[in-house]
C-alpha cells in the first residue's frame, strides 16, 4: 500500500512547492520504504511507497518517462501480469523486473483511456501526459484503494487520503451534509449510494470501476467496468465444474501471493478463509515457504449464549483446518482489553469519516497489529466469497424452482435437504410459498417485524431529500432493496458499485497504517466472472447449500469444515460483553446526546430517547444485536465526528 498525492494547476501557472510539500508532509504519519516527488511546470506528484511486490522494492515513484513524456503515480498490485507481458509484447528477458507502475503506463500507451480495462487487481493511480496536455487516472474495479479528488476552475489535486488535502490553502474543510443523510437513512453497513461524494463537502472521490480524466480544464469521470451475469456456462459434467474452480481460484490465490515479506491470512471456521488459505498453502509449499494464519477469538471469560447454529469460538474448526492443511503458522487472538467504545477515535482518525461496523472494529484493526508484529506485510482474507466462490443458499435456490414450476427437481431437492437438516418436506414448502409469492408470505406471517429504530431525523431526511435519491436505485427509505430476492440482490451487489465502498476503503486505509497490504482472491475479477457464469445448479446439489466450494474443496480441507452446515462462526458476539470495563463512561457520553443541538439536528431525537430510556436499565453482555445499543454506539461515533468540525 502507498499513498499517492498531486497537483496540477488548470490554469497552466507553476506549480507552488510549498503546497506539494504539504501534502507530502501530511502523510508522514504513516510508514514509508521511501518518500518521493516529481515536479514539472504546472503538475506536482508524491508517492509515500511502501514496498510489498519483489518488484516494488527500490522503485522509483513517481516515475517519468522522457521519451513518451508521461509520468505516474501509483498505488496498485497487478495481478494479470502475464496476460500483460504477451498483449504489451514485453521481451522475457524485462518480465522479472518491471514494476507494476510500468505495466500500467505501458497499458495507457496502448489503450489510452481503455487501459483500467486490462488491468486486474487493486490499484489507484495518476498519469500526467505532458504531450496531451491531460491528467488521466483510475481506481479498480471494487474500490480497493481509495482515490480522493478537489477541483475548482483553476487547480485540482488528489490524494489517497482526504486531510492531507485539507491542509491546502484553498481547500475549505466542510461537512457534506448530502454525504451524511444517506450515511444516517441507510440501515445497512453502506455509507453513501452516491460514491463519488464524501463527509467533506470541496473532496469528492473517484468510484470503483471508474477513471478521471483532467483535461481542457473540464474533470470526466467514465465507468470502464460493468459487472453482469453474462453468458452461462456449459460444462459436460459436475467434475468439469470443479476442475474450472480449482483452475481459476488458483490462478487468483496464487497471483497474490506476490511479495517479498512474509504472507498472512485471516483464518475462521469457515469456508471462504478455509479455502483461500488451503489453496495458498498448495503455492507456498513449493517454494518451501509458511503461512502466517490469524484468527479471532473471544476472550477466556466471555461466556457464550449466542442460538446452537452460531459459533463464537470456532478454535475447534480453525485447529482442524490448521491441523488437516500443514505449513501453517497460527495465532490465535484474543485482542484481550480491546473494545469497541475505546476505538472510537482512533477509527475516525484511520477513516476520515464514520463507521457502522462498531461491533467488530477491535479485531479488523488487530489482525492488521497482529501481522504487523509477525513481519507479516501481506493478508490474505476471503471477504467477498459469500457472493461468488460460496455462495448457494438451498431455500433461495428451491424458491427458484418452485417459482420455475420444476416439481421433479425440487421434490428430489427436498428429500435431500430433509435427509441433511431434517423436518418435512410440508414444512419446508410453506417457506418456499412464503419467500417465492408474497401473498402467501403475508397469510402465514404470524410474527411481528423486529424492532426498526429510525435513525436521521425526518426534517433532516426532508431537507436533503435523500430518499428521493435511494428511488432512483429503486431502494427503500432504509437503503435496502424492496425485492427480497437474493438472485436479484446478488445482481444488484455487482451493478451498483457502492456496495463496496465502505469496507473496502476500511481495508485500503488500514492496509496504508500498518503497512500490510490486505489482499482477497475471492474478490478477483477472473473469479467473480467465473462465479457469475455458473448455473445456479453448481451451487446447490443433492440438499446441499454452498455446493460447488465443497466439492472443490475435497482434499485441501478437513470434512469437519468442508461438509459442515449446522453451525457458522460468528465473529463480534462479544463486543458489548468487552465494553462492561467502559459501560459507565458510554453511558454518561451518551446521556449527553441529549443537550447537544447539532447533532439532534441531524438524528431523531425520538428513537435517541427511546434507545436511552433501555440504556437505564443493567446491560446485557450476550445482547450483541440489541438494537439500543447499536442506536447508542452510532450515534456517538457521528457526535465525534462532527465535533471535527468545530
Avoid at 409469492?437 to 426498526?452: A, H, K, T
Wanted: proline residues 4%.
Amino acid at each position: 500500500m502507498s499513498a499517492i498525492t498531486g497537483i496540477f494547476h488548470l490554469n497552466e501557472e507553476p506549480i507552488n512547492i510549498q503546497h506539494g510539500c504539504d501534502l507530502m508532509r501530511a502523510l508522514q504519519k504513516y510508514p514509508a520504504d521511501t518518500i518521493q516527488t516529481w515536479h514539472l511546470d504546472s503538475i506536482f506528484l508524491g508517492c509515500h511507497v511502501q514496498w510489498i511486490t519483489p518488484e516494488s522494492v527500490g522503485e522509483q515513484l513517481p516515475f517519468y518517462d522522457y521519451e513518451r513524456q508521461c509520468a505516474i503515480t501509483s498505488d496498485a498490485i497487478i495481478d494479470n501480469r502475464k496476460e500483460l507481458f504477451e498483449r504489451l509484447q514485453i521481451e522475457p528477458s524485462h518480465q522479472k523486473h518491471i514494476t507494476d507502475s510500468e505495466l500500467i503506463l505501458r497499458s495507457y500507451y496502448k489503450w489510452g483511456e481503455d487501459a483500467p480495462k486490462y488491468l486486474m487487481g487493486d490499484f489507484a493511480f495518476m498519469i500526467w501526459d505532458k504531450k496531451q496536455q491531460r491528467l488521466f487516472g483510475a481506481r479498480d474495479f471494487s474500490g480497493s484503494r481509495t482515490l480522493y479528488y478537489y477541483k475548482n476552475h483553476k487547480k485540482f489535486a488528489f490524494c489517497t487520503i482526504i486531510e492531507p488535502l485539507l491542509t491546502l490553502p484553498f481547500i475549505e474543510k466542510k461537512l457534506n451534509e448530502q454525504w451524511l443523510a444517506e450515511y444516517l437513512a441507510i440501515a445497512g453497513m453502506m455509507d453513501a449510494v452516491d460514491t463519488s461524494i464524501t463527509p467533506y463537502q470541496h473532496i469528492e472521490q473517484v468510484p470503483p470501476s471508474h477513471s478521471i480524466l483532467i483535461e481542457k480544464n473540464k474533470v470526466t469521470l467514465k465507468r470502464y467496468s460493468h459487472l453482469t451475469k453474462g453468458k452461462t456456462l456449459k460444462l459436460k459434467s459436475d467434475e468439469e465444474y470443479v476442475e474450472a474452480f480449482q483452475h481459476v481460484f488458483q490462478e487468483a490465490v496464487t497471483a497474490r501471493l506476490r511479495t517479498y515479506g512474509k504472507v498472512g491470512a485471516q483464518l475462521s471456521g469457515g469456508l471462504d478463509s478455509g479455502a483461500v488459505v488451503s489453496f495458498a498453502v498448495k503455492k507456498l509449499k513449493m517454494e518451501n515457504k509458511q503461512l502466517h494464519t490469524f484468527s479471532y477469538i473471544p476472550p477466556s471469560d466471555f461466556k457464550d449464549l449466542t442460538p446452537k447454529y452460531l459459533v463464537a469460538d470456532e478454535r475447534p474448526y480453525i485447529k482442524s483446518t490448521v491441523d488437516y492443511v500443514g505449513g501453517i503458522v497460527d495465532h490465535y487472538c484474543d485482542f484481550k482489553g480491546k473494545d469497541s467504545y475505546s476505538d472510537i477515535d482512533d477509527y475516525l482518525d484511520i477513516l476520515e469519516m464514520p463507521y457502522k461496523y462498531f461491533g467488530n472494529s477491535f479485531w479488523l484493526k488487530g489482525m492488521f497489529e497482529k501481522a504487523l508484529e509477525a513481519d507479516v506485510n501481506l493478508l490474505l482474507n476471503g471477504d467477498r466469497g459469500n457472493f461468488t466462490v460460496s455462495w448457494g443458499s438451498a431455500l433461495d435456490y428451491y424458491t427458484l424452482l418452485l417459482r420455475r414450476f420444476q416439481w421433479n427437481r425440487l421434490n428430489k431437492e427436498l428429500l435431500a435437504y430433509r435427509n441433511n437438516f431434517g423436518g418435512s418436506r410440508l414444512r419446508y414448502l410453506k417457506v418456499l410459498a412464503r419467500n417465492g409469492l408474497p401473498i402467501m408470505d403475508r397469510l402465514f406471517s404470524r410474527s411481528p417485524p423486529d424492532e426498526v429504530l429510525r435513525f436521521i431525523n425526518p426534517s433532516f431526511a426532508e431537507r436533503t431529500s435523500v430518499y428521493s435519491t435511494f428511488e432512483k436505485y429503486e431502494m427503500e427509505h432504509t437503503g435496502r432493496y424492496g425485492n427480497p430476492d437474493m438472485f436479484e440482490f446478488r445482481k444488484k451487489h455487482f451493478e451498483d458499485v457502492f456496495h463496496w465502498n465502505a469496507s473496502n476503503t476500511l481495508a485500503s486505509k488500514l492496509s496504508l497504517r500498518y503497512s500490510v497490504w490486505k489482499r482477497d482472491p475471492t474478490n478477483d475479477l477472473r473469479v467473480v466472472q467465473f462465479c457469475l457464469s455458473v448455473p445456479e445448479s453448481q451451487y446447490v446439489q443433492n440438499g446441499m447449500t454452498r455446493a460447488l466450494i465443497r466439492r472443490a474443496t475435497e482434499n485441501y480441507l478437513p470434512d469437519q469444515v468442508r461438509l459442515n452446515e449446522r453451525v457458522r462462526g460468528v465473529q463480534g458476539a462479544d463486543w458489548v460483553h468487552r465494553m462492561i470495563p467502559n459501560w459507565e463512561a458510554f453511558r454518561e457520553e451518551v446521556l449527553q446526546l441529549r443537550l447537544d443541538q447539532r447533532t439532534l439536528e441531524y438524528i431523531d431525537g425520538q428513537s435517541l430517547q427511546a434507545a436511552l430510556i433501555k440504556l437505564e436499565q443493567q446491560p446485557v453482555v450476550e445482547d450483541d444485536s440489541n438494537p439500543h445499543y447499536k442506536f447508542l454506539m452510532q450515534a456517538l461515533i457521528v457526535h465525534r465526528f462532527l465535533k471535527k468540525f468545530n
